[in-house]
């Protein structure tokens, strides 16, 4: 009996596969401690993903890397301001 292997169902592409990063290097996004996030951001300016990204890394408390044209500094006074002070 001949038996076809089935694969795991292709995804259509999401935000992250649109995301202008996904054509660059993860180093731009998760710079080395007090390493520039000045690529990233500029990156990040120019996606049409941006605010999908932000999105995420906000629900999912991110807490590391460039998310949507934000460090995590950023992201966390964001957090604060929209009054759920850095619990996502």
Not at 44 to 51: D, K, Q, Y
């Amino acid at each position: 009996m001949l038996i076809d292997f089935i694969g795991p169902a292709e995804r259509p592409p999401g935000w992250r596969d649109r995301a202008l990063c996904a054509q660059v290097g993860p180093e731009f996004f998760f710079p080395a401690a007090g390493g520039s996030t000045r690529e990233a951001k500029r990156v990040c300016g120019a996606c049409p993903e941006r605010a999908e990204c932000l999105a995420y890394a906000l629900e999912h408390d991110e807490r590391f890397g460039v998310w949507g044209g934000l460090s995590e500094g950023e992201r966390r006074r964001l957090r604060k301001e929209r009054g759920n002070g850095g619990t996502g």
